[in-house]
């Protein structure tokens, strides 16, 4: 089946190390994004990326990295600079950029991480 | 930039009533509203969307209303069932849609009691 599929689904760690989560799609899609989700406060963009070897920083890119190494690939690294990382983050894809009107953002399940 | 306000952050409602959904936006050259659906552990759904040259779009039970000189845009949910239950977000096109991106309002969770 194509879709967006993250993992690990569930994810601890303890302070001051660095994690990465992935997210994979076989849509053929060339937009790519990560966001947070935290209790009432909606959806926030990390990352997002238009195209292979290219990427942007969102509304809250501090304390996080990403590489778009492949079309299918998006990873996202959490790093120790990241002042409080405990959150569920969704990836998602789109054909095109979802703000041009016509790319319809499919998402993952979400991976939950925990600090520890 | 873009601002996108959602309200009511909970909406409770008896199975077979409407369900409405506020959001105001504050860019005035968005032009592209579109409304997830996010269940319980899963990520978000488009549900519907609808483009500034319409005020009105309906999809079975559910229609979104659009009105540009207000810049604010609805979620009408008609003969609501359980599986309704969910937490809905609305959305706006970062700086009118030249970024690229959407910013999202902060979530609805609307609960239909059988």
């Known amino acids: 089946d194509g879709g967006i599929t993250q993992s690990p689904k569930y994810l601890f760690r303890k302070e001051g190390q660095n994690v990465t989560l992935s997210c994979e799609q076989n849509l053929n899609h060339d937009a790519m994004y990560w966001y947070r989700q935290d209790p009432g406060q909606g959806l926030r963009l990390i990352y997002y990326?238009?195209?292979?070897?290219?990427?942007q920083k969102g509304d809250i890119a501090e304390g996080y990295s990403v590489s778009r190494e492949k079309k299918e690939s998006f990873p996202l690294t959490v790093t120790s600079a990241q002042k409080n990382p405990t959150a569920f983050y969704l990836c998602?894809?789109?054909?095109?950029?979802?703000?041009?009107?016509?790319?319809?953002?499919?998402f993952g399940e979400g991976s939950r991480l925990t600090v520890l | 930039g873009e601002n996108v306000e959602q309200h009511p952050s909970t909406l409770s409602v008896q199975e077979g009533d409407s369900a409405v959904i506020k959001c105001t936006y504050s860019d005035s050259a968005s032009n592209y509203f579109p409304w997830y659906k996010q269940e319980l552990g899963k990520g978000p759904q488009l549900i519907i969307d609808?483009?500034?040259?319409?005020g009105e779009k309906k999809d079975q039970r559910i229609a979104v209303t659009l009105n540009k000189t207000a810049k604010h845009f609805s979620l009408h949910i008609t003969e609501t069932q359980p599986e309704d239950s969910a937490v809905y977000f609305c959305a706006a096109p970062a700086n009118g849609g030249s970024q690229g991106n959407l910013i999202f309002g902060k979530g609805t969770k609307l609960s239909v009691k059988p």
């Open positions: 609808i483009r500034s040259n319409v």
């Open positions: 990326s238009q195209i292979v070897n290219d990427f």
């Open positions: 998602a894809s789109s054909i095109r950029l979802a703000g041009e009107g016509t790319g319809e953002l499919f």
